[in-house]
């Protein structure tokens, strides 16, 4: 059974960097068949997408948050992680990791958002 | 970015109800839509793919319909466990973007 695990500081000072890694188990960052995915959700809102990267590296951002936004792999620990520069209060949210899946339906392929950790939350506070 | 309305943002229903919750996307994304239900306290759980495609394990009761900018997501007959916030997707391009949800609530 596949699973997904968020770690890292619950609360973190303005101006300063987010770190959260996502550790997988039960499945490989290295298979060609998923991307890694960072959403979150502020406090009573809705979900956010933040970014996701592909085993070799390769890496999508949300443009509102690209300035600031690093996600990274490492295959050796199987896990893919988040930072996010400059914080401020805007950024305090519940952050998912999640896997994204590559399904073919009639000849077409789509994708899906079909594992999720059970979210961390970060407080961005001095 | 894609923008997606989900109406209604605030639903009442009763056990056993169908009911539909729509979503519009501000310009064509085929069938590259998902849907998830997210309870208090848990993290959002894939229901449906590819606009119309039941994620294995889901009960179903649950089905989705449409393709280009109209989608619907229907519950044939509400459970106990179904009131949830509901969320669409839409996985065409990037950014990949969310609905504001569908809180459906007990009657």
């Known amino acids: 059974q596949v699973q997904l695990q968020e770690s890292g500081p619950g609360l973190v000072k303005p101006s300063e960097t987010l770190s959260l890694t996502c550790t997988v188990s039960g499945d490989s960052v290295s298979s060609h068949s998923y991307y890694w995915s960072w959403i979150r959700q502020p406090p009573g809102k809705g979900l956010e997408w933040i970014g996701c990267i592909y085993y070799s590296g390769s890496t999508n951002y949300n443009p509102s948050l690209k300035s600031r936004v690093t996600i990274s792999v490492d295959t050796s620990k199987n896990q893919f992680s988040l930072k996010l520069s400059s914080v401020t209060a805007a950024d305090t949210a519940l952050y998912y990791c999640?896997?994204?899946?590559?399904?073919?339906?009639?000849?077409?392929?789509?994708?899906?958002?079909?594992?999720w950790g059970k979210g961390t939350t970060v407080t961005v506070s001095s | 970015d894609i923008q997606l309305t989900q109406s209604p943002s605030f639903l009442s229903a009763s056990v056993g109800d169908r009911v539909t919750i729509t979503c519009r996307a501000s310009q064509g994304i085929s069938s590259y839509l998902a849907w998830y239900h997210q309870k208090p306290g848990k993290a959002p759980k894939l229901l449906i793919y590819?606009?119309?495609t039941l994620q294995s394990g889901v009960p179903s009761r649950f089905s989705g319909s449409g393709s280009g900018t109209e989608f619907t997501l229907t519950i044939s007959s509400l459970q106990p466990e179904d009131f949830a916030t509901y969320y669409c997707?839409?996985?065409?391009?990037?950014?990949?973007?969310f609905g504001q949800g569908t809180k459906l609530e007990i009657k």
């Open positions: 997707q839409q996985l065409v391009s990037y950014p990949y973007t």
């Open positions: 999640a896997r994204e899946s590559l399904t073919m339906v009639r000849g077409v392929n789509y994708y899906s958002m079909d594992v």
């Open positions: 590819g606009a119309s």
